[in-house]
């Protein structure tokens, strides 16, 4: 029966695609271009509204400089595209200014590209929904009370549109980027057309400006750095090569140019429309820039409203461009151990989910602490944009210098002047914004560098460990499994354990209760399996914890000792388990101590038959080990494995990726592992419902048949530490809890915290 939650997300997001999809959603050149390139066709919207809004501080004589202010981040664009089209066909495989940078200036610098970036691209999302929420109240002005409203209304629908898949997404999102771009250029003709004849001119034509100050050399940095925001998100196409078309840097290559021809063409035509129709500007107008221009040159009626409905539909959706490269940014920082492994995680779709949600999240929570003001929001822009750019080009400089391929020295000297000039506006918006609200940026960055550098310090720290050669696990003999059977009621998941138990010949076995009323009831139902009675210090868990404790210090290094975990349950419902929440609990703690083991042994009401014995022994147990890795803790589960006598023992592996299980393959042949290797296909990049299909190919009763699934799991010295793995084991469990005759075994392996090489002692279990 299909979920009701899985329902409803198949209804926004779409039915799952397998890996085997993933060619076919690369993107044809026509749907990349508003894939990638709806962000700075966007910024066409407020380019040059910023500029105005700083010279209008000198009054209306000031507003004269619009014009060459224009031109002069016009050409920077165009350094920067072509500058950018080099890196292009230099890294195909994507990365942008984060991989030129890590590989030509250092992993330190790597990250700072990488940090400025990210936080660009949050930033991105919550401008460009701001500036689209102030076009719809620039024609709706009674809708101003509504904008974090509707702010958070456009982002939810991007999100939701973005996660349906990158080739949809863009298809939807060609529409209102096409129309944008057909729309100002209508507006450019219709413009240029009646302004032979004379000018019309804007409703802010007579407005008086109140001058607070002169026109001086600063100020005209200030307008020039403000203009420079029709340069954000001309990385993203260096970030996202691998979403193109075959020939990939080519096709790359040709759209970034595309990009810029008509990004540069309508950035100067709006500046000088806006200069010829008399616009002026102040944070208080009513209507934008590009508004009171149509306005003007279309006298209001349909293409006032139509320029106005594309004007917000291209800015809501230039968050696109953000929801494209976050997430491919992000996944390329976690292949690097850099960010969380979440983030390399494809979702049902194919794209990278986990990113498109944080990067929601975090946009929704900048507009809403901003209140939505895109004066405010955009102070914050472009400090992240020109830290990548300089050492984007930087990098690609010493590259040629370093490789000297054919035609380095025309190559050296494009990316060299990119840096140069982006490396000085970078210093002059720094000096211009710093005290208008850059400075949050600046130190948002060294925050989430230090971030990224102690997740790759932990990564690092668990590899190290789960590879120490002096922690590789001994062989052990069948026979050093000692088990504790942990007894709440006498009933048929009692008897199945106690049966399973005898199947696999311990060493020792035994049996804890809270309740001494059931002595003489056990001694009928497993007369040789002693009961000890535990007492209730309050915390049926820590008496339990202690108990096993106390039992494991009278073991010897090579044993091993289970936990064996009874649970009969009312329903295959997940709700089920909030009524056994103490034992759950229990569960969950236990794996937080060493060398112990726990066997999950569930079993549901109707499952119990009246004519069968539940305390016999299963005739045949597959034990299957859940492979990842050909680390210790894997070594350490296998050998675990092989205490529990198994009619069959599996090594199986599901392959979520075809890079990774092409490594594990060959990393198992050379640990020459003396069990085969069974590699499991997962097209859909879901372990929980693979490793189900894949046990209930046994046909398990839970009477005759039983299939026992062992589980290695590492566990880090720090609890907060624990967030940044996959969690893999607890998928594994919720979907194998309600299958019938199955038996679920976490095998942990403790690391030790704070350290690095060496230290931490062996296992002693």
Known sequence: MTNPLSAVKRIFVGRPMSSGELEHQLLPKTIALPVFASDPLSSNAYATQEILLVLGAAGAGALGLVTPISIAVACLLAVVVTSYRQTVRAYPSGGGAYRVSSENLGKGAGLLAASALLLDYVLTVAVSTTAGVDAIVSAVPTLLDLKIPLAMLFITFVTVMNLRGVKESGTFFAIPTYGFVLTIYLLLIVGFVRCIGGCPQAESATHHLETIGTVSFFLILRAFAAGTTALTGVEAIADGVQAFRYPQSRNAATTLGVMGALTITMFLGISLLARWTGVRFEEEAARTVVAQIGHAVFGGGFLFYLLQIMTAAILILAANTAYQDFPRLSSILANDKFMPRQFRSRGDRLVFSNGVLILATLAAILIWVFDANLNRLIQLYLIGVFISFTL????????????????????????????????????????????????????????????????????????????????????????????????????????????????????????????????????????????????????????????????????????????????????????????????????????????????????????????????????????????????????????YAQTLRGTDLRCISFGLDPEETEKLGDMWLQERIPHVLELEASPFRDIGTSITNFVRSFRPDGVDRVVTVILPEFIVGSPRHQLLHNQTALVVKRHLLFEKGVVTVSVPYHLERGKERGGPKAPSS
Do not use: C
Not at 571 to 585: E, P
């Open 392 to 639: 984007s080009q930087s990098g690609m400089f010493l590259r040629w210098r370093r490789l000297r391929t054919q035609g380095w020295q025309r190559g050296a000297l494009i990316n060299g002047i990119g840096a140069v000039v982006t490396g000085t506006v970078f210093w002059v918006i720094v000096g211009t914004k710093f005290t208008h609200g850059a400075w949050i940026i600046a130190v948002a960055i060294p925050i989430l560098m230090f971030f990224m550098h102690s997740v790759h310090k932990h990564y690092t720290d668990v590899e190290s460990q789960l590879l120490l050669e002096e922690r590789r696990p001994t062989d052990r003999r069948p026979g050093n499994q000692h088990v504790v059977i942990l007894v709440q009621d006498l009933d048929a998941a009692v008897a199945r354990a106690v049966g399973y138990v005898r199947s696999i010949r311990p060493a020792s076995v035994t049996a804890i209760a809270f309740d001494s009323s059931k002595s003489a009831a056990w001694r009928r139902f497993a007369p040789e399996i002693p009961l000890t009675f535990i007492k209730d210090k309050g915390s049926h868990t820590e008496g339990i914890r202690e108990h096993l404790r106390a039992r494991r210090e009278e073991l010897t290094a090579d044993d091993f000792l289970t936990l064996v975990v009874p649970e009969l349950m009312r329903s295959r419902r997940l709700f089920v388990l909030l009524q056994s929440f103490r034992l759950q609990r229990l569960k969950a703690k236990l794996l937080f101590e060493r060398d112990i083991q726990v066997m999950d042994l569930p079993m549901t009401r109707d499952e119990i038959d009246p004519n069968v014995d539940e305390s016999v022994e299963p005739a045949r147990n597959y034990v299957l080990v859940l492979v990842a890795r050909t680390d210790n803790a894997m070594l350490h589960a296998l050998e």
